[in-house]
């Protein structure tokens, strides 16, 4: 897992050394969510890599009725990650991407219930890891790792301490 990780924070690195103009002008989250994704893509070789992606194979994902994110329909809510890394045809879900700019005021428990529902082993199409990053012009100032439906303090606080290692944080926190 950590690898994987590694490669988010490497993705990361590229992103804010080619991007600042997104944060200068300050572009909206889909456009941010893209750009990373195009250095993300770099990194995992083999996986496609897309944003607000909402199915696997011919299926749409659906969370079931009742579940942690409120539901629209009387079937289950269609779901958009931010950016997934995962094979189109088949169940293989390797990593779920939620990104927040810093400036974003909308409650942030809504995207750690998406990732705690996106990563829930008991959903035919789980991701196997949910990463919650919060950007903004000067680096990561918030990240969360998901595993199995939780928050995982520890994989969390690892990849805190590997962002400040690699200079990506800008008054960093984690919600532990």
């Not at 539901?71 to 779920?96: A, W």
């Amino acid at each position: 897992m950590q690898t994987e990780l590694n490669k988010v924070i490497a993705a990361l690195r590229e992103f804010y050394a080619q991007e600042t103009f997104l944060f200068e002008k300050d572009v909206g989250e889909r456009a941010i969510t893209h750009r990373f994704a195009v250095y993300l893509e770099q990194q995992f070789s083999g996986w496609a890599v897309d944003c607000n992606y909402d199915r696997l194979g011919e299926r749409t994902l659906h969370l079931p009725r009742g579940s942690i994110i409120s539901t629209d329909d009387h079937l289950g809510k269609s779901i958009y990650p931010d950016v997934v890394v995962h094979q189109r045809e088949i169940p293989n879900n390797l990593l779920t991407i939620e990104i927040r700019k810093a400036s974003n005021h909308t409650p942030l428990e809504h995207d750690q219930h998406k990732l705690m529902a996106l990563t829930d082993p008991h959903i035919w199409f789980a991701y196997w890891i949910g990463v919650l990053l919060v950007l903004d012009k000067h680096g990561v100032t918030m990240s969360e790792v998901y595993l199995s439906g939780v928050l995982d303090p520890p994989q969390s606080l690892w990849l805190a301490a590997r962002l400040a290692e690699s200079g990506l944080t800008a008054a960093h926190k984690t919600a532990l």
